[in-house]
């Protein structure tokens, strides 16, 4: 089937975007080991953030939080495509893969800095 002829519109894209969504999140739970802990630590952070603090500094952290995942998900995505195109080792798979890992840890840093910030000022 053409690409152009599967694209829905309207309230049918909502609901199929929305199970794309569901299915992407369900499916990185299951094979992604630091996405799992990542929303693991959710309810953590969630309670912590919002017991502690008020709404506009809970709201914050909380949303904080979630770019990590989200920048988890795409790493995953990376990964999973890296590996599709080239099992086998190469310098520029490498390279992408290290990126998108690199991309998590520059999120969880920006995490560390929110949180000291809320803490401290």
Known sequence: M?????IATGVTHFFQA????IEGLKSTYRSEIAFKQEVLLLPVILLVAW???G???ALLLTGM???VCAFELCNSAIENIADLVMPEKNE???RAKDAGSAAVGVAIAANICTWLYVIFV
């Open 2 to 6: 053409p690409i152009k002829d599967s």
């Open 18 to 21: 929305t199970g794309f969504t």
């Open 51 to 53: 017991l502690l603090f």
């Open 55 to 57: 709404f506009p500094s």
């Open 65 to 67: 939080w979630l770019i």
């Open 92 to 94: 520029f798979i490498k």
